[in-house]
């Protein structure tokens, strides 16, 4: 063996393209892709059926936060501890990949607007998603990858309700519930980034929390 | 005898019987089930979508009970379906598939007990929101008593949602199940909501549906006439068949335990299947009786269409305004309402001697449902239906006291004085404190002339008239 080959991985300049495609493997990117197309999809195929306008206003969130949920429980890792001392590359992996899988995401939401009514449009679609993200992502930080579904599925309940209150009043009008202000609300915008913004510092610095007991893979 | 036969113990597990070391798993799973830790998660869910909501509301049984099953339901949707596909799918995500595999247990019989702790934190958590909101209502409520089947179908919903969750994280598990499966639970929920149109819509199965849809929550069912059962039994059905057939099917894989236990888990999935489909087609024959309850033919009883007898709660008046109890927090305010109007037409010719609540009655017609209720006098009684009976955006008590004196107010009057002649308008106006025509105009002017008699001499001097006054023998000029 010679001392070239003996090197450490990190070092040379192909090796990071193969810890990229680890990393995204052990992350389940795959799949987690797959599961935010089909969310799309289904989501285009129910906008074409006939809502009534609590279901109309209503759908798009419920997908939102499928997709959000699905990019906060892909931070799991499935090493644990040993994981965090191989290298200076994970903060960038982390963040990379959290915010390639939004980015995804938030296309293809949009995508699925396209000939249909998607309540709110495009714009509203991605600010919505990015704060379910953030919540989600907090939530891997502080409870582990396995129950970051948690934050923004409870969340969804609160934006459904909200929704609901501009009907039936009161109407809550708080820009921290977001899903319920209009598309061009300035207020709602920032505070869905700033939680979007904690979520991504608080994955890319610590990652998903380790589990002692995980859950499945 | 040696000493070792004197003073060994028993061995525990000769004397232990086998549902000893199922509680004992039961236990574990209770102390390490993640629904445990959604339960603060559901109380301020509960809180902040289900009671505040409710509470909102006017102390009613019926309303309440009815608006509180299709919220909390909802609230425990997302949560206990999550929980328990995280649950189901652990076994797998730990790797621990074939190692529990070899132990003596069938597989069934775990999954069993993991998906009873997860059912059992949330119908603990559920029992404690649902108890507190009925115990507060208690309180509030002024006639009637609790309406258990609303608190039954929530209930009998949770080991179904849960079964939902624990089946599909069974058979897929993935660390993207619990979050898709309870999303999706929930989008399935408000699309099954979107098919219903009309009474006889097998949708109405859905336990989120506590009454003809419709409606939403309208004070006018449920109290003067029974709460009918029909349409909770038919729903407590489909949930029992639709937990059955989950659970059955959990054990019908090959690992999932021996022949026998297959078996049996076959048949409990069929027998499972049988019942939540002919809840639903039960669903389907449902009609809107004329009381605006769904009512089933083949689960009907005859006794639920007779009335509840109550004593209306009266107004201590010459002529008094008489509610139904449930409505006691009404009577002050409608009362008040319309006591201007009643002590100047009191003892007047066609004047009511008592106002009287009435029900309110239900048909459905094309998509939607006109609901009646029938106003107007007879034999001396005024009878009115307040704003809340009627479908419609809920009023405040005062909102709902001043539609009542605008409508029914002007009616009273009109049906002693009479409509048409100037001087009935200038009367009635008078009478209702209400300006009629433009400022300055003769029948305003002869309004205010009018409305500024003492009372006595008003009421005299209607006493005197009124006859005329309806019969349009009298002018403005006439009125003092």
Known sequence: MTAT???????????????????????????????????????????????DAYGALQLPLLFETACACVIAIATMSPFGEPEHVTGRWLPWLRTGTTGALTAAAAVALAAAGIGTDLAGGAPSAVRNLAGLTGI?????????????????????????????????????????????????????????????????????????????????? | MTVTAETAPPRPAARRLPLAAAGRLLRLELRRNAMLWLLPAVGVLFWYLAYRRTMALPP?????????????????????????????????????????????RPRWARQLVAWAATTGWALAGYLVCVGALYAITARQAAWGGPLWWPAAIGAASLPALSALGFTAGALLPSRFT?????????????????????????????????????????????????????????????LVGLTAALLGVLGLPADAGGRWLRGSASAVTAAGILAAGGAATLAGTGRLDPHGMIAIPALHDGADDRPV????????????????????????????????????????????????????????????????????????????????????????????????????????????????????????AAILG???????????????????????????WLAAHVTDLRAGRITLEQLP
């Open chain 1, 5 to 51: 080959e003996a090197r450490p991985a990190a070092a040379g300049p192909g090796i990071p393209r193969r810890l990229i495609r680890l990393y995204l493997a052990s992350r389940r990117v795959p799949t987690a892709m797959a599961v935010q197309v089909a969310c799309a999809l289904v989501l285009w195929i129910a906008l074409h059926w006939s809502w």
């Open chain 1, 136 to 217: 989600g992502l907090l939530c891997a930080a502080i409870l582990g990858g396995t129950l970051a579904w948690i934050g923004p599925t409870v969340y969804m309940m609160i934006g459904v309700y909200a929704l609901y209150s501009q009907w039936h009043g009161p109407a809550i009008t708080t820009p921290w519930i977001w899903p319920a202000r209009p598309t061009d609300d300035l207020g709602a915008a920032i505070c869905a980034g700033l939680v979007f913004a904690a979520g991504m510092a608080a994955i890319a610095l610590r990652g998903a929390r380790d589990e002692a007991r995980r859950g499945p893979e």
């Open chain 2, 178 to 238: 619990p979050p898709m499966v309870a999303v999706g639970t929930f989008v399935l929920f408000e699309a099954s909501l979107q098919l219903i149109h009309g009474a006889d819509s097998a949708w109405q199965v859905s336990p989120l549906v506590a009454g003809p849809w419709q409606l939403g929550n309208s004070e006018g069912l449920a109290t003067f006439y029974r709460y009918l059962p029909d349409l909770p039994i038919a729903q407590l059905i489909f």
């Open chain 2, 309 to 428: 007898p109550y004593t209306p709660m009266c107004s201590p008046a010459a002529v008094p305004v008489c509610l139904h109890p449930a409505y006691a927090a009404y009577l002050p305010a409608v009362a008040g309402a319309l006591a201007p109007v009643l002590d100047e037409v009191a003892g007047l010719p066609d004047a009511p001697t008592r106002i009287d609540q009435a029900a309110t009655m239900y048909r459905e017609r094309g998509g939607g449902i006109d609901v009646d209720g029938p106003t107007g006098a007879a034999n001396g009684v005024y009878r009115i239906v307040l704003p809340n009976q009627l479908p419609g955006p809920n009023m405040t008590i005062a909102e709902s006291a001043d539609t009542v004196r605008t409508n029914t107010g002007s009616d009273i009057v009109a049906s002693v004085v009479g409509t048409g002649s100037d001087a009935q308008r200038a009367v009635t």
């Open chain 2, 60 to 104: 009613m049984w019926n309303v309440r009970a009815m608006s509180m099953q299709g919220t909390a339901i909802a609230v425990f949707i997302p949560t206990v379906v999550g929980a328990a596909a995280w649950t189901a799918s652990r076994e797998a995500g730990r790797g621990l598939t074939e190692l529990l595999g070899a132990t003596p």
């Open chain 2, 434 to 460: 209400a300006s009629d025509g433009a400022s300055g105009s003769a029948v305003g002017l002869a309004a205010q002339r009018f409305s500024a008699l003492p009372d006595t001499a008003r009421h005299a």
